[in-house]
């Protein structure tokens, strides 16, 4: 108790905090994205449970991988090499991450564009409720061990980093529905969306094999694209406003 009482009276502390909160908000946009996406062809009656329950157990999976931190580290040791390129643990893990990222986002686009002769144009594919939630805990596991080896380098108390990752979680869990909602009712936020996963999935790839890749590139990349993609809706919205709704 004295140890925390000390810690809530470090300036240092709380701008810490602060900064992780920042970084895992920004990082769980990733998360976000690919839950919307995945839960939205589920039927609507278990879109919203889905998301609940994928996002709990996310925060879950994250404070259980806080309580092994002194293990997490040890994951970006390296544990072999192929042409004088060595590879962690952590890097498999991103690499399969990405791989996933770009399987799935590939095959989404892919139905989109050309769907199955027997399916009516804008048919969602079949998934299972345990499909929706297992693919939601694969990507959970990549993005919780690179946030939480990533909040490591950044301060080195615990209870910051479970505050953090709490706060975040809380955050998600308010915006999954309302991002869903948007992602569903507008077909080409789905397009862009995907096109987002595939970034994602990428950099993920060039992480694992040693490229770092600055995140603000990519989330700047994501706000101009999504800036417009917005204009493009205001600009659809304005033509529909002035069509006569009798003209020829």
Do not use: C
């Not at 048919?123 to 939601?136: D, H, K, N, P, W």
């Not at 910051?160 to 709490?166: E, F, R």
């Not at 993920?204 to 490229?211: H, Q």
């Not at 989330?219 to 101009?224: D, K, V």
């Amino acid at each position: 108790m004295d140890s925390l009482l000390h810690l809530a009276a470090d300036p240092t502390a709380w701008a810490a905090l602060a900064t992780l909160v920042v970084m895992e908000v920004v990082l769980g946009i990733d998360n976000l994205i690919f839950i919307s996406i995945v839960t939205n062809k589920l039927p609507e009656a278990e879109r919203s449970r889905a998301r609940r329950l994928g996002i709990g157990l996310a925060l879950i999976l994250r404070l259980a991988l806080l309580g092994t931190v002194a293990w997490i580290v040890h994951l970006t040791e390296p544990v072999f090499a192929v042409l004088g390129k060595s590879f962690s643990w952590r890097d498999l893990i991103l690499i399969a991450g990405g791989l996933f990222l770009l399987w799935k986002a590939t095959k989404e686009i892919h139905h989109s564009v050309d769907p199955s002769p027997e399916e009516k144009p804008g048919s969602r594919a079949a998934l299972t409720f345990g499909s929706a939630i297992g693919q939601i805990l694969v990507l959970d596991l990549v993005f919780s061990i690179d946030s939480i080896i990533t909040a490591v380098g950044m301060t080195e108390h615990v209870p910051i980093m479970v505050i953090a990752v709490v706060a975040a979680v809380t955050v998600m869990l308010i915006a999954a529905d309302p991002l869903s909602r948007f992602i569903a009712a507008n077909p080409t936020v789905v397009m862009l969306a995907l096109g987002f996963l595939i970034m994602i999935g990428m950099t993920l790839l060039a992480e694992g094999f040693g490229a770092h890749v600055p995140k603000g590139y990519i989330y700047t990349a994501m706000a101009f694209s999504a800036g417009v993609e917005g204009l493009n809706m205001a600009a659809r919205r304005r033509r529909r406003a002035k069509t006569p709704t009798g003209g020829a």
